[in-house]
């Protein structure tokens, strides 16, 4: 895949490098997902803990729904964010959550 691929992966790559960072690096990449119930999240959080990912659970900001924030570092590949995309999209859905997609800050 290039940054010419359509996708909310792409367009954050993209912006991550026209604001100058180099995508050969590691970054610190955190990665939103949002679930109803408490129990969800809770259950999502250790799963992912269990995978390797930092994991911070608490309400989200407008006070709904319980955020999952997974932060890992890595090399932004466009491969694995997508990978992570499709495992993160599949496992909100079956609980009644949603994946929100990641942000990263300018490495150089």
Known sequence: M??????????????LRDAGSDLSKPHPIEFYLYFPAKTDADHVGVQLQEEGFDVTVRLGAEEVNWLVL????????????VELRNKFEALADSLGGEYDGWE?????
Do not use: N
């Not at 997974?70 to 964010?81: C, D, F, G, Y």
């Not at 990263?104 to 150089?108: E, H, N, W, Y």
């Open 70 to 81: 997974a932060q890992s570092t890595m090399v932004p590949e466009q491969r694995i964010l």
């Open 2 to 15: 290039s940054f010419l691929d359509a996708g909310p992966d792409s367009q954050t790559l993209t912006a």
């Open 104 to 108: 990263a800050m300018v490495v150089r």
